[in-house]
């Protein structure tokens, strides 16, 4: 992902500015479909997207697509946008900002042309606007929303390690009433885009998006793991949030899972060449919260001017623990349903959020955490009391209302000094 | 400040001490359930013999809470649901017996979310038995068949709780106590919309709470009282006393209203306020559909309900508002939203676009300055109604 203002990153890996290449030739293709009257969904990062992916029905992600205005410096414009309309721009930034350029209408601006009218538009009902946004974005486009149920998981105990669990156990670690529910949705939203969109739904062709984009996760999961053992790090998270978004929002095709695999395959020849992000590493940090799409070179500069690596984002500890459902002779349909229902519960529900991200702490040996526009009360918590400190920053990361460089810059380093150092060293000696 | 001998003096009491009312159920050994938000079926803890006590989170303890009483999580929470926790925190709940959080919003999940770790991990002072009610809102089958089970399940939580089993007929008894009070509140609601009410906004408001506070058959009592339509000479509306021709008749929309003290600035500032479609009103129009299986009344009921903009869809709320304003013909709409509301401001633009009179919309929050603030809104709604 290029920045055309704001911190632009150098890029560590060949894969990752490869991907970027292909991501720009293969969305080319998907301007082009749409033009010819294809249908085009735009769906959340939480959809299904292997059911459209199984029936050659181009998608967007919404998430990918924000992150894309934010590192063309297009959000404050787009978000103004929304205020003329009389429309609010100050709650689910990251899904507002495709409106704001349809309202917009400035292709010419646009990021790499704009975005294609959808014929679609997909989300899972998890905050208190998202179905108004999508019903007005609807509404504005033509577009036929297909909203998802988002439900609760409201167990007195729901367990911690869902991340042992849910890869081959998922039909018995999750609530079966919350699996029936989305696999029945799943089940009449494929009976919908069959008729909409005149595509046919092939259950060999979901099985084998379903295999691929298990295969992808397991390329991930070794990635993952080899980041997290090897000191120096090969690879920060400027280099693996693009190169594992990118190939995840092609979840399930082939591309997306030889990407995975290419990925894996250079992260494990600089470790064998004993490359690192930061030779001088002196710092491993972890990043919580979406990632600063707008200014990808500040993650490096706080390891060019304090040795401080982020080693770990959501994006690639995701990939490599979120997606992997094994489905052993069940239902490919309710493994997918597997799939999304805890989709944010992993990230935002205690004790699954705070259990995981300490594990991912411990398991990549880090010494502190920035906790960026998150809500984790639980998580900076456990983290605390397991010795790794934390910063909390009230911020979002496509509003550039919220933050700048040098407020994050000064934050992060004050934080680095004062409180991680301490514990960094202690680890280097050993302690 | 509110009067003693007025016929709504028992609906004050309601609404200002709620855990007085808990207090005198209790002494005659009865339990009671506090509800956070409007999605709690309230019928279900009737029919089990409970009192249902719908929580005003400013009135949740007994007397002026201490300033220490706060949460280090509180930032990630919205005010009112920050002063859920801290009464948790503080063993201020100790005149409920058991708390269903209602999924009126996520905000509410998240603070199920953290009582239910704090439970888990032995951090609250007394184990307040909480449970969440998650209740779907799209109107497809889907949602329906995950509703019946949540309803049954929750309706297992209070059977548990109340120590004895809920039957068929117990639940007919709910609902019907439920319409019985609805029945009431429409009449109510036909005083305070007539063409020179007799009751005011404040008034309904507070009854609106009462409902949600009393047993049944005692709120019932004290609306009965409430006076008929009188003579547009002794109307009751602020600028209706003062001239023949009644004030600017506002209808209030946006974020929910708890205060009922807001409603008061409003009226004092001029404002005739004839109806409103927050979470707090209750014009008792959302009546029980019929079914064959009580719990099927009871899931439609809450399910295609659109009492508050959050988690609703555009069209059942505009299709709503729009009856609504309809039928209490007000001269403009005030629409106040909390800037932690992220639901309440789409419905601007659609409301500006299907009604035919002036919609004033006004960020506001809680502060020491919303007194100000909507002063400043009653005459931005004056000058609009006057702009023509």
Redesign the interface.
């Known amino acids: 992902m290029a920045e055309s203002a704001g911190m632009r990153r150098r890029a560590v890996l060949d894969c990752s500015e490869s991907f970027a290449r292909y991501q720009r030739e293969w969305f080319e293709g998907v301007r082009a479909r749409a033009k010819t009257g294809e249908p085009f969904a735009v769906l959340s990062a939480d959809a299904p997207h292997e059911i459209y992916r199984a029936m050659d029905i181009d998608y967007v992600v919404v998430q990918w697509w924000s992150s894309l205005i934010a590192a063309k410096q297009l959000g404050p414009v787009y978000l103004a946008r929304l205020a003329d309309a009389g429309y609010p721009n100050d709650h689910d930034q990251y899904n507002v900002l495709p409106l704001g350029e349809v309202l917009a209408d400035e292709p010419a601006s646009a990021p790499w042309g704009g975005l294609p009218r959808p014929t679609i538009l997909q989300t899972s009902l998890s905050t208190d606007g998202m179905r108004q946004l999508f019903e007005v974005w609807a509404a504005r486009t033509g577009a036929v929303f297909y909203p998802l149920e988002h439900s609760v998981d409201v167990r007195a105990d729901p367990g911690e390690t869902w991340w042992e669990d849910l890869p081959h156990d998922w039909d018995r670690f999750l609530p079966a009433d919350r699996l029936d529910l989305l696999a029945d949705e799943l089940a009449a939203l494929v009976r919908a885009l069959e008729e909409t969109t005149g595509r046919r739904f092939s259950e060999s062709r979901f099985g084998e998006v379903m295999d691929l984009a298990n295969r992808q996760a397991e390329h991930n999961r070794a990635t993952r793991d080899l980041v997290a053992v090897t000191i120096p790090a090969p690879v920060s998270v400027a280099d693996t949030m693009p190169a594992v978004m990118i190939p995840q929002w092609h979840r399930g095709s082939q591309w997306g899972y030889e990407a995975a695999g290419r990925l894996r395959s250079e992260v494990e020849e600089r470790v064998a060449a004993g490359a690192g992000a930061c030779p001088n590493e002196r710092v491993r940090l972890m990043w919580l919260g979406r990632g600063l799409w707008s200014s990808m070179g500040l993650y490096q500069w706080f390891e060019d001017e304090l040795g401080a690596v982020f080693v770990w984002s959501m994006y690639l500890g995701l990939a490599a623990d979120g997606y992997l459902r094994y489905i052993d002779g069940r239902d490919p349909l309710r493994a997918l349903a597997a799939r999304l229902v805890p989709m944010g519960d992993v990230l935002r529900m205690p004790p699954w959020s705070s259990a995981w991200h300490v594990k991912e702490a411990q398991l990549h040996q880090i010494d502190g955490a920035v906790s960026f526009g998150e809500d984790d009360y639980f998580s900076a918590a456990r983290l605390e009391s397991a010795g790794v400190p934390v910063l909390s920053i009230r911020a979002d990361n496509v509003d550039r209302r919220t933050w700048t460089e040098a407020s994050v810059r000064d934050a992060v380093s004050e934080f680095v000094e004062a409180r991680v150092e301490p514990v960094a060293a202690r680890r280097r000696d050993g302690g | 400040m509110f009067g003693g001998s007025r016929w709504d003096a028992p609906l004050w009491d309601a609404y200002l001490h709620p855990a007085e009312v808990s207090d005198r159920w209790r002494a005659q050994g009865g339990r009671v359930v506090g509800l956070l938000g409007w999605t709690v079926p309230r019928e279900l803890v009737t029919a089990a013999g409970m009192l249902p006590i719908r929580l005003s989170t400013r009135r949740l303890w007994r007397s002026r809470p201490p300033t220490a009483a706060s949460y ?2 509180a ?2 929470l919205t005010p009112a649901v920050s002063r859920v926790l801290s009464a948790l925190l503080h063993d201020a709940l100790d005149w409920l017996d058991g708390l269903v959080i209602g ?1 009126d ?3 509410h ?2 603070l ?3 009582v ?2 704090l ?2 991990t032995g951090s609250l002072p007394r184990d307040v038995p909480v ?2 009610f ?1 209740l ?3 109107p ?1 089958r ?2 329906a ?2 509703n019946r ?2 309803v049954a ?1 929750l309706l297992s939580v209070l059977a548990d709780w109340a120590g004895r089993a809920v039957d068929d007929d117990d639940l007919v008894r709910g609902m019907d106590d439920r319409a019985a009070t609805a029945a009431s509140l429409r009449l109510l609601d036909e005083r305070r919309t007539a063409p020179v009410p007799s009751v005011r906004g404040s008034q309904a408001l507070v009854a609106a709470h009462a409902a949600a506070v009393l047993p049944g058959p005692e709120v019932r009592r004290w609306l009965a009282g409430a006076p008929r339509p009188r003579d547009p000479n002794d109307a009751t509306c602020p600028m209706s006393s003062r001239s023949s021709v009644a004030g600017p008749r506002v209808f209030v929309t946006g974020s929910s209203r708890e205060e009922v003290a807001n409603y008061a600035v409003l009226e004092r500032a001029g404002l005739c306020l004839v109806g409103e479609d927050h979470d707090w009103g209750d014009d008792g129009s959302d009546v029980l559909s019929p079914a064959l299986d009580p719990l099927d009344r009871v899931v439609d009921s809450y399910q295609l309900a659109a009492r508050a ?7 059942e709320r505009m299709a709503r508002t729009s009856a609504r304003v309809l039928r209490t013909a007000p001269d403009a709409v005030l629409q106040l939203v909390h ?1 932690d ?3 309440s ?5 659609p409301l ?1 676009a299907v009604l035919e009179v002036p919609v004033v919309s006004v960020n506001v929050d809680d502060g020491p300055a919303i007194g100000r603030v909507l002063e400043d809104a009653a005459v931005r709604v004056i000058e609009a109604v006057a702009g023509g």
């Open positions: 280090v999580p930032v990630e999924r919003t996520e905000a999940t998240k199920f979310f953290v239910r770790e439970q888990r449970a969440f998650d779907l809102r799209l497809h889907t949602s068949r995950y089970l949540r399940e903009a959050a988690r609703a869809g555009l069209a800037a509301d992220e639901a401001g789409w419905e601007l633009a500006r």
